[in-house]
């Protein structure tokens, strides 16, 4: 089953702080994140494993709620080039992704 | 270090045709997944290859077959084109473990029009 990302849409002024959130109505193992601009292929950003470890690549974080099947991503003082879709994927042995249906993030100057 | 790469590019076909698309794996990985990604959605799982062999399917009917290479690359063919069929396909290579942390890094994609 495919996850649910909040907020679908996010614009923010370079500097500015935003949380994506990902969730499961299933058991998380584990939760991939992903960037993708326009016209270009997905970047993986992190990988999140079952036990609320907490991630950061950048100035962006990550952490996962295994008891709330939730994951969430922090980005902190937001560059331009933070803007393109967010897609929160899970996985099963093996990896099989299953992606969430995106989060647009524009940040303006 | 060789990123993952796909072909071609752009490709026009019409309704009822064939294509094959085709994927090279990052260097040192030796699995292959391959997804579609229509407008403004989530890439979605088409099929993953390991040793040869289809290992995992998504919900996608027979039309849509592949192929993986002793080299590790891959093909993507898609029969009796439909005008749903028109998307990105996006391959993505990892080294396999067979854990939930194994990682997939994508190819630039194919964008294949269907009309």
């Known amino acids: 089953q495919q996850p649910v990302q909040s907020p679908q849409a996010v614009i923010l002024r370079e500097g500015e702080d935003a949380v994506i959130n990902c969730s499961s109505s299933?058991?998380?193992?584990?939760v991939h994140w992903y960037r993708q601009k326009h016209g270009e292929a997905p970047v993986f950003l992190m990988i999140?494993?079952?036990?609320?470890e907490q991630k950061g690549h950048e100035k962006i974080s990550a952490s996962f709620n295994e008891k709330k099947q939730q994951s969430s991503l922090y980005l902190t003082a937001s560059q331009l080039s933070y803007s393109g879709t967010y897609f929160c994927?899970?996985?099963?042995?093996?990896?099989?992704?299953?992606f969430g249906q995106g989060t647009e993030l524009s940040v303006k100057p | 270090d060789a990123g993952v790469t796909q072909s071609p590019t752009h490709l026009i076909k019409t309704r009822g045709q064939q294509v094959t698309l085709r994927c090279s794996p990052k260097?040192?990985?030796?699995?292959v997944s391959w997804y579609q990604q229509a407008l403004g959605q989530g890439p979605q799982f088409i099929f993953q290859?390991?040793?040869?062999?289809?290992?995992q399917r998504g919900n996608f009917p027979d039309r849509f077959s592949g192929h993986q290479f002793p080299n590790y690359s891959s093909e993507l063919n898609v029969n009796a084109l439909l005008l749903g069929d028109s998307a990105l396909y996006l391959c993505?290579?990892?080294?396999?473990?067979?854990?939930?942390?194994?990682?997939?890094?994508f190819g630039p994609g194919t964008r294949l029009t269907v009309l």
């Open positions: 260097s040192g990985h030796d699995t």
């Open positions: 299933k058991a998380l193992y584990s």
């Open positions: 993505a290579s990892s080294f396999w473990r067979g854990a939930v942390e194994d990682t997939q890094y």
């Open positions: 994927g899970t996985a099963n042995q093996g990896g099989k992704l299953i």
């Open positions: 290859y390991y040793e040869e062999e289809e290992r």
């Open positions: 999140l494993l079952k036990g609320g």
